[in-house]
């Protein structure tokens, strides 16, 4: 694979080649592949020998391959992850947090969490787009 091709030249991923193979696993719905490249990511110790800090585009792209698959529980799970880690969601996150919650409105206090998450979404001064407004309607 990419990650391979990369230590045998002896380059270390960074944010941003670790955010273009999330990307990927997004777009091809494979969320276990995504769910493997963010543990690895994440270890202070991993065959790199170096942790890359995922940044918010990281925790987008994680989130819309687990919005693909219908968790929408994980999704929301990593949106908090991304506050606590005091990363700036951005009107993306929101939306996809938003439109998980619209879509599976049988989660626990799905109604609270929505307006909720839309409340803190207003807080931070973002704004939802149409298209975001759509699937919500």
């Known amino acids: 694979g990419a990650f391979a091709e990369m230590a045998a030249a ?3 991923p960074d944010v941003i080649s670790y955010s273009s193979l999330l990307k990927a ?12 490249i963010w543990v690895e990511m994440g270890q ?21 391959a ?13 949106l908090e992850q991304l506050v606590e880690r005091r990363l700036a969601p951005t009107t993306g996150h929101y939306s996809l947090a938003l439109q998980s919650l619209s879509r599976y409105s049988q989660l626990p206090l799905s ?9 803190d979404m207003r807080v931070r001064g973002l704004r939802m787009d149409n298209r975001g407004l759509l699937p919500l309607l």
């Open 10 to 12: 002896g380059l270390r």
């Open 25 to 36: 696993c997004a777009v091809a719905g494979d969320v276990e592949c995504a769910e493997r």
């Open 44 to 64: 202070r110790t991993n065959h790199f020998s170096s942790y890359v800090p995922p940044s918010s585009y990281t925790y987008y792209h994680l989130m819309s």
């Open 66 to 78: 687990q919005r693909r698959v219908g968790n929408a529980s994980r999704e929301l799970e990593l």
């Open 111 to 119: 109604l609270d969490r929505a307006l909720q998450l839309y409340e």
